[in-house]
């Protein structure tokens, strides 16, 4: 290569390498939200330009560290982010010091604290009866120490992202107030999934007061033979199922038939036309086949693909004996009979000639 050569294409690399410096100064990390309490922390940010970098979120008290935890953070230019963790430890004091530095690799980019409180100074004029998450959705269930006002926003969290939120403005709380919301979307079957609460108290001359609540569910499929709709008779059975997951049931009906006598046991089986979630329903039959008179015990399993009974049913039917037919032959009839009748017809046929 020629000394020229060599020249320009240092040149080149040269320019490269400063307009890779100079867009790496102008890229901004904005941290938009920044939030602590010691159950869990939440950052937001946006960015100018593409990051793959990590958030470090840390817990300290009196300049010692707590704990910390690292998320990473994969974002695009022009793009926004939330990230959640939750803190493990147990309080032992009243204040301690949040952070959380957002980072491109080694290179600090933006960074912002928060004073959490804890004890009497961060106690809301609300107790938390309940907060349970279940395949179908949350209940939170609030009992009021004072009249106040507060917003609910219910997360559903997914490791450290945000994937669902609902929230409910100006719930005024004077007497136990229950909150219910259900999830519109279908859930990953046995995945574990988070739940926060996040509840604004609103206060007045001052910021709202900030508690996080968190629940925990392992996302599995589930459904309910409703006993009411249940039918067992001599001819067969008819099962209806309802959904009562997020997690689609795709699964069958399975019904043993057990003679209280002999201990015989016979399975049929019905495969259910539709894949059922929350609230949806659908009835399946069979037909016996092969059951003699007598007694027997009935159970109905709904089992899905996993061949996994979901919901159980049992109940107790009886077959009759069926009576013998009786055979009627000609020579039942007696030659009385069937002279008395060809005199009748006989008679009724001279009376039509003569009345004609």
């Known amino acids: 290569m020629s000394y020229i050569k060599r020249i320009t294409m240092r040149s080149i690399l040269l320019v490269a390498v400063i307009f ?9 990390v904005e941290i938009i939200d920044y ?10 940010i946006n960015s ?3 990051i793959q970098g990590k958030a470090v979120f840390e817990l300290s008290y009196a300049g010692s560290p707590v704990e910390s935890y690292e998320v990473p953070i994969d974002l695009k230019a022009g793009g926004s982010a939330t990230k959640v963790i939750l803190w493990e430890n147990k309080p032992q004091h009243d204040y301690y010091m949040a952070k959380v530095s957002i980072f491109d690799s080694s290179r600090l980019l933006s960074s912002a604290s928060y004073q959490v409180s804890y004890g009497t100074v961060s106690l809301p004029s ?4 309940d907060f349970s998450s279940t395949n179908t959705g949350v209940q939170l269930l609030l009992r009021p120490f004072n009249p106040t006002s507060v917003d609910i926003k219910i997360e559903l969290l997914d490791n450290n992202d945000i994937v669902y939120s609902n929230v409910k403005d100006n719930v005024y709380l004077t007497l136990n107030q229950e909150v219910r919301m259900t999830w519109p979307f279908l859930l990953t079957g046995n995945k574990k999934y988070t739940v926060r609460a996040k509840i604004y108290t609103k206060r007045l001359n001052a910021a709202p007061l900030i508690n996080t609540y968190v629940s925990h569910f392992t996302a599995t499929d589930d459904v309910e033979i409703l006993h009411d709709d249940v039918e067992v008779d001599e001819y067969g059975a008819s099962v209806t199922i309802r959904g009562n997951s997020q997690v689609p049931f795709d699964g069958a009906i399975v019904v043993n038939a057990k003679n209280k006598a002999t201990g015989e046991t016979k399975t049929y089986s019905q495969v259910l036309e539709e894949i059922l979630v929350t609230g949806k329903e659908d009835t399946a039959g069979v037909v016996w086949k092969g059951l003699a008179s007598g007694t027997y015990d009935v159970e109905i399993l709904a089992v899905n693909k996993e061949n996994v009974t979901v919901d159980k049913y049992e109940t107790v039917m009886r077959i009759p004996e069926q009576p013998a037919p009786v055979e009627t ?4 009839r007696s030659p009385g009979f069937a002279a008395l009748l060809s005199f009748i017809i006989l008679i009724a046929a001279a009376r039509h000639f ?3």
């Open 126 to 129: 609300f107790h938390v009866v």
């Open 354 to 356: 003569k009345g004609g």
């Open 48 to 50: 100018t330009s593409d």
């Open 35 to 44: 939030f602590s309490d010691f159950t869990s922390s939440d950052v937001t």
């Open 329 to 332: 032959t000609p020579a039942n």
């Open 20 to 28: 890779a410096l100079i867009n790496s100064a102008s890229a901004q």
